[in-house]
């Protein structure tokens, strides 16, 4: 299950929303549908709430949000803290992801995959003393429940590799590992 799509799913649910789950071949033909729906991107999730279509996964947990208001909030309330969340969930996608998601899993060779995890541990370094800070002692970015932060970085942290995959280990590669800071929160988040 790809961590784009486990956003939504994550945001539906804790909004109690049921859904039907449309998995696109990753291999095979991109469906009619998904063209038709995200002509730009021509990329999952994509969300169709009535007729319409909603594309990029951080967009459709803000979607949910808004279009859901009952049930506990997913961004935070205040709109300082809500800046601050968008622009760590910007960091995520913008700048962790790309060494993750290409320089590390997809290096062609050791010294480039040793490039890609310094980057990816640099980033979780920054993002680990945000958790500090904005978490304030509490297990998630949104304090005693999961937010937007939680569910824009925690599905990242929970990637498991095929045996002999070269790729990124947070228990391994990160010093704090899984049961405390972001890599405890992953699990929570996925769990
Ligand atoms: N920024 C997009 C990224 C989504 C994404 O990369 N989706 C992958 C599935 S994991 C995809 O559709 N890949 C097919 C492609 O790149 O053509 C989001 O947050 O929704």
Not at 23 to 46: A, C, I, M, W, Y
Not at 153 to 161: E, P, Q, T
Request: aromatic letters at 10%.
């Amino acid at each position: 299950m790809s961590p784009f799509t486990l956003r939504p799913r994550i945001a539906l649910n804790l909004k109690s929303v049921g859904y039907e789950f449309l998995e696109e071949d990753k291999f095979g033909q991109k469906s009619d549908l998904l063209l038709k729906s995200n002509p730009v991107h021509k990329k999952t999730p994509v969300l169709i709430h009535g007729e319409s279509p909603v594309c990029e996964s951080l967009i459709i947990v803000q979607y949910i949000d808004e279009a859901w208001p009952t049930g506990a909030a997913i961004m935070p309330e205040d709109p300082r803290e809500r800046a601050t969340a968008r622009f760590w969930a910007a960091y995520v996608d913008d700048k962790f992801l790309p060494p993750l998601l290409s320089g590390v899993t997809k290096a062609r060779d050791d010294e480039a995959w040793k490039e890609g995890l310094a980057q990816v541990v640099d980033g979780l370094a920054l993002l680990e003393r945000a958790y500090e800070e904005i978490s304030k002692g509490k297990t998630f970015f949104g304090g005693d429940r999961i937010g937007y932060l939680d569910i824009a970085l925690g599905c990242f942290l929970v990637l498991r590799l095929a045996p002999g995959q070269r790729g990124f280990e947070p228990s391994q590669d990160f010093g704090r590992g899984e049961d405390a800071g972001v890599g405890q929160m992953g699990r929570e988040v996925c769990g």
